[in-house]
Nanobody, 119 residues
Framework: QVQLVESGGGLVQPGGSLRLSCAASIGIFSIYTMGWYRQAPGKERELVANITSSGSTNYADSVKGRFTISRENTKATVYLQMSSLKPEDTAVYYC?????????????WGQGTQVTVSS
């Protein structure tokens, strides 16, 4: 059964840090590009960061220098270390896994974890 389970969200003060984790049950974890997306109330879901199977990373401009994505293939887990958090980082954060081959796409989502940045 395909499953992505996020954890680590919560309430944090501006300037604080959180680490999100996403444990995946998706078959061969190492071949997937793993990503973190977020959706704030009234806004569209947006890419925060992703990491390819080879370890290349990509970040939204709004989080560069503050967030770090990493993966641990032996644990089938992807992390998002968030620092210097701002109120505008408040959103539901979703884990995503993506892989495509010659005839099919494999695109899975977690249920989301709430991150609230507020004093």
């Amino acid at each position: 059964q395909v499953q992505l389970v996020e954890s680590g969200g919560g309430l944090v003060q501006p300037g604080g840090s959180l680490r999100l984790s996403c444990a995946a049950s998706i078959g061969i974890f190492s071949i997937y590009t793993m990503g973190w997306y977020r959706q704030a109330p009234g806004k569209e879901r947006e890419l925060v960061a992703n990491i390819t199977s080879s370890g290349s990373t990509n970040y939204a401009d709004s989080v560069k220098g503050r967030f770090t994505i990493s993966r641990e293939n032996t644990k089938a887990t992807v992390y998002l270390q968030m620092s210097s958090l701002k109120p505008e980082d408040t959103a539901v954060y979703y884990c995503n896994s993506y892989y495509s081959d010659w005839d099919r796409e494999y695109d899975y989502w977690g249920q989301g974890t709430q991150v609230t940045v507020s004093s």
